[in-house]
């Protein structure tokens, strides 16, 4: 699939679902360490991390579906849910949307919205034992964001205190933060190796690292008098850019 998308033949690197199946399906195949490295990137509101125990063996679940305890109708599906028998985290994943919007009946009959991460939480922390996945130690919201999207985490928490739940563990992660620990298993002399290029390649055509500055190759004389460069309009990088095409200019010194 990867190979596919990557050569065109494809057309699923805007799509959040392909992009879960397959970062998390290639995860599966790499020590639990890569996995764990990253999810230590999480943060809450209040700027702490995720911290915990790391994962050993973990059981990845893709879209499990839970009874929506917080409407009390219907279910819910966050898109991961990591879980090695001790421990367990609720990823909800996105890619250009954000939180989606469901309706819930009111006391006077009409309808409005409920919070996607609020429900997902209470749906999996009320979740009976029997389905074999243990109450959450968070739930993760996984966005293209490079910094803490406070406000819409601050409404899902919001959300939860208004059921009389103050203490639920919301986090954010960005998919850039998986580069990193990607690249360490590049310098592993391993077929490993090989799995985590074809995820870095992915996230890289889906737009999802960030830029990582130019490079003066050895036997350069110095950077060009002007380097023309171009961007896609969805890059979310570049989103504020109005112009089609810009230049950047080196100034020297």
Known sequence: MIEAALRG??????AEDALTS???GSLRYLDSSVLWEWLQHATNVQGEKLG???FAAAKIVFWPGYADTFRKVGTVEPDVVIDDGVQSVVIEAKLWSGKSPSLTETT???YAPADQLAREWHAAFHAPKERGLRSPRALIYLTKHLSLPREE???SLNALKERGIPNARLFWLSWNALELPLS??????SPARIIASDVLEYLRAAELLRFGGWRLEPGDFGAPDRLAWTYRSR???FESLN?????WVYGGG
């Open 184 to 189: 360490r298993v590049l310098e592993e002399l």
């Open 52 to 54: 915990g125990p790391s």
């Open 108 to 110: 006077e009959g009409n």
């Open 22 to 24: 397959v970062v998390f």
């Open 9 to 14: 033949k494809l057309s699923c690197l805007n």
């Open 153 to 155: 985490l601050q409404a």
């Open 235 to 237: 890059c979310f990088y």
């Open 243 to 247: 112009a089609v095409r810009q230049s």
